[in-house]
């Protein structure tokens, strides 16, 4: 009997890199102070891919906020560009800044600013609102929001009645509005202590890996880095090489 003629397996062609969803590509800015230029960006290359999570590290002064408001739309760079959802961004079209802010962007910050006279749902719905939804329907997805942070139940409580935990993840539920591919935090877990920290934390690497979000994350915090695919350094406005986080199994 003829034995049978050993085929080699095929090997499926590698998969293509994702295009980054978020990019800053020799990006400046410099302010007048006085008769004094200072140089706060100094030609930063960053890219972010879909999915990713990297945390931005740097002492006060380096040029990370900066950096996070330009990515965010809401600096201009003094040069350079800035991609965003895969469109390059015009500082003249300020316009067009703030759709591109409302489609693809979303903001988690220290100080949750959260509106005091507003409970957590209609804190969450009112983002829904900016975007553009009906009442009905804005309620709708701030409840459906809130229950995805496991905050349903404290959808009725005022912030002043939250603990930081709970007005993080309200914060959290309110950038998730309109399902932006992009998250910015700007030092997330500076006002919590470790348990909670290490909660929220959870909660970010949960909705970036779930759902292909590009999550950057601002921080001072060395307990962030367990939850990351890379650690950037930044200092006088310029990027350090980066550092692979040690990646959550």
Known sequence: ???PALVSPTVPPPLPAAAPVLAARGVRKSFREGRETIEVLRGIDL?????????LEGPSGSGKTTLLSILGCILTPSAGSVVVAGEEVDPRRTRRLSEIRKRALGFV???YHLFPALDAVSNVAYAGRIKGLGRREARREADRLL????MEER???LPRDLSGGQ??????ARALVGSPPILLADEPTAN???VVGRQILELFHELAKSERRA??????DPAVRPFVDRVVGIRDGRLAAPRTGRRRR
Do not use: N, Y
Request: hydrophobic share 55%; net charge negative; glycine share 8%.
């Open 47 to 55: 890219e972010l891919a879909p999915g990713e999570i990297v945390a």
């Open 109 to 111: 910050f220290q100080q």
């Open 147 to 150: 229950a995805l942070v496991g």
């Open 1 to 3: 009997m003829t034995e």
């Open 192 to 194: 919590l202590d470790s």
């Open 215 to 220: 999550l950057l994350v601002v921080t001072h």
């Open 155 to 157: 959808a009725g409580f």
């Open 167 to 172: 007005k993080q993840r309200v914060a959290i």
